[in-house]
């Protein structure tokens, strides 16, 4: 008997729907006309033992007992979903061959395998159990990737790379939960401090905001612009660059401090003559933005609809789950397999059936063109978000269902767009010993453009005025002007803004090296998790809403204040990250990751111990936060994150 084990119910219906008719619904399970049998998980079935669950002392949280570091690690069942699992047990027993059909991804991985491994397998099941990949829910997708199944043992070590994670989660969040909740107790302040290794550097990253702001104090600059004619008559404008020489009257950004600068510069070109002494040329094209990985889908969504990043998540899994329109929601890949080229004009037709696109933009499209997102070696354990060709009938998408599902079709679509192209001149103006910067692009093919209303209007304006110029032309300078502006404080996070800051968290660290390497990662947090990640920050009120600004509140504000800086900055958990994909492709090993983990963890239990804030007391604990972790459960972000 062949045993397919998808990740959830409505991923075991879709691949029930690919086997031999007719089929027998059973409790758990779906029996199919071969005799094969699908059944299921729940999300996660098994969750982390608790601290109590090694030891009942472990119950009072007690300084002298941490860190709490397990010898022997150990899951047990979930109390809500030990039927599923009973249910496993008894068909893992019966089965000649086993197919793990969990999402594609080091989560879904485990999900699957850490059932196999509680219940235990034979050494013949463990080395004919197969691997299947399904990112499409509709039955063509299923079918193929059934043709193209490989051995689960593949798979093994992305496998460890997930046990890895949640198992480093685990001892940073107890710990460092209970050390700094107690250190918190000492100071007045009777709530839990919640401490987790994405969810810290992430309160971390409003918080330093929030400072910026609170202490931004505003400094006037002054800019200096040559209105310059011809000697045909025809007029631009053109703006100062000071020299090496005005240094010491310069900001950071090399932008002009005192007045009385600017104005002697002015006094100096007021009807004086100016030669072109450069002239640049240049040709440019942008191609396409790649299909969305989520990210930059919940980043599109924040920016356009005003979503938080778990509005979009939710609504992405329906779209995968319920109405089968997209493919695999939870990816963080933005490029597609060459095989899916051949699919375009069954994806586009799909598209305008159920509204994702216009008529006039799919009959804009040249589906010769083939942009560069289809690359079969940029492509790992999944693909980027696109349309499937399923076609709906009758029921129709809800608002927001609709929104995000044109984001997708458009993105898309794009693929089948010329580039934008323009022409940019630079020209630099000399007068009276000074260095002036003209600059004008011209719109030469809007391209995909045109699917961006919004984008394409801001490029028209890009077109600006330069008159015909050659290198060496005399120009004379009619007037001179200085502008006064003020320096502006950063703007304070929103859903959009904060998840751009966890993908690209490689901008906010110093360290060259860890810099390098983050740009290489996925930064804070991952696809599956960053959604979840805020809205726990959220739900502790370590985080609160002003409108769609995200701040800090007094109690987070206070608790970041309280904590080594190096747990609240993103270098540590996106090295991790680093790390856990050199384990996933076999570049490191599970013991070199965690040993000088867990030698950190006790220098940071240590320093708990010693800690005391004034700043908690008289603090009110957060409303919602409860003093126990929630369970581990696939959908949701784990409590210690």
């Known amino acids: 008997m062949k045993l397919y084990i998808a990740e959830k119910p409505s991923l075991g219906r879709a691949i029930a729907d690919a086997l031999p008719k007719p089929h027998k619904k059973q409790d758990g399970f779906i029996e199919a006309g071969d005799g094969s049998i699908v059944s299921w998980c729940i999300g996660h079935l098994l969750e982390q033992a608790e601290p109590e669950d090694y030891d009942s002392k472990y119950k009072k949280w007690q300084q002298q007992d941490l860190p709490i570091v397990p010898q022997q690690w150990q899951f047990k ?32 991985q485990l999900l699957v395998d850490e059932v196999l491994q509680f219940i235990g397998l034979t050494s013949q099941q463990k080395q004919t159990t197969q691997r299947l990949l399904i990112s499409d829910l509709n039955l063509p997708a ?5 043709a193209a199944m490989q051995p689960n043992k593949l798979f093994v070590p992305l496998s460890v790379s997930a046990l890895a994670r949640a198992r480093a989660d685990w001892l940073y969040g107890m710990n460092l939960t209970r050390a700094f909740t107690l250190a918190g107790k000492k100071s007045g302040y009777q709530g839990v401090l919640s401490v987790g290794r994405v969810q810290t550097p992430v309160l971390g990253l409003v918080v330093r905001r929030d400072k910026e702001i609170t202490e931004f104090v505003s400094k006037p600059f002054y800019e200096v612009f040559a209105h310059l004619a011809t000697q045909a008559g ?33 006094s100096r070109i007021k009807g004086q003559p100016g030669e072109v002494s450069k002239l640049e040329q240049k040709p440019k094209k942008q191609a396409p933005p790649l299909p969305y990985n989520l990210s930059a889908l919940q980043i599109d969504a924040g920016k356009v609809y005003g979503m938080s990043a778990k509005q979009v998540l939710d609504i992405c899994q329906g779209l995968y789950e319920r109405h089968k329109l997209i493919t695999y929601p939870r990816s963080d890949n933005r490029y597609l397999p060459s095989e899916h080229y051949q699919h375009r004009q069954t994806v586009l037709k799909a ?28 492509v790992e ?123 690209g968290i490689n901008r906010y660290v110093k360290d060259s090296e860890i810099k390098k390497i ?6 804070l947090g991952t696809e599956a ?78 320093a708990a111990k010693q800690t005391q804030s004034s700043n908690l007391k008289g603090l009110t604990k957060p409303r919602n936060f409860k003093r126990k972790f929630k369970k581990r459960s696939r959908n949701t972000t784990k409590a210690n994150n």
């Open 77 to 108: 069942a979930k109390p809500k979903t030990k039927k599923q699992l009973s249910v496993l047990k008894k068909l893992i027993k019966r089965a000649k061959m086993i197919i793990h059909a969990g999402d594609p991804d080091r989560e879904g």
């Open 142 to 146: 299923v079918k193929r990737a059934l």
């Open 234 to 266: 025809e007029e631009f404008i053109a703006k100062w660059r000071p020299s090496d020489a005005c240094k010491p009257y310069l900001d950071e950004e090399n932008r002009v401090l005192v007045k009385e600068l600017a104005e002697n510069v002015v």
């Open 351 to 378: 598209v305008l059936n159920n509204k994702g696109c216009s008529k006039e933009q799919i009959e804009g499209a040249d589906l010769s063109l083939r942009s560069k997102c289809w690359n079969d070696k940029k």
């Open 381 to 503: 354990a999944h693909h980027a978000i696109i349309p499937t060709v399923k076609q709906l009938k009758s029921a129709q998408l809800g608002s927001q269902e609709l929104q995000v599902y044109t984001l997708i079709s458009r993105q898309y679509l794009a693929q089948f767009y010329s580039p934008f192209s323009y022409h940019e001149t630079t020209a630099h103006i000399t007068v009276a010993g000074g260095l002036f910067i003209a600059k004008a692009k011209q719109v030469n093919e809007v391209g995909f453009k045109v699917l961006f209303t919004k984008q394409s209007k801001d490029e028209e304006s890009l077109s600006s005025f330069l008159p015909p110029l050659q290198q060496g032309q005399k120009v004379q300078c009619v007037d001179g002007q200085v502008q006064e502006k003020h320096t502006q404080p950063p703007q304070y996070y929103t859903d959009a803004t904060l998840l751009s800051a966890m993908t």
């Open 518 to 523: 983050l740009k290489e990662t996925d930064g």
């Open 529 to 606: 998790t960053r959604a979840g990640i805020i809205e726990l920050l959220f739900k502790r009120d370590f985080l609160r809403r002003e409108g769609k600004q995200i701040r800090a509140s007094e109690v987070g504000h206070a608790m970041v204040d309280m904590l080594p800086e190096s747990l609240t900055l993103p270098d540590r958990t996106a090295l991790w990250e680093s790390h856990l994909a050199k384990i996933a492709s076999k570049e490191c090993t599970y013991t070199v990751f965690m040993e000088p983990l867990i030698t950190q963890l006790h220098d940071f239990v240590y």
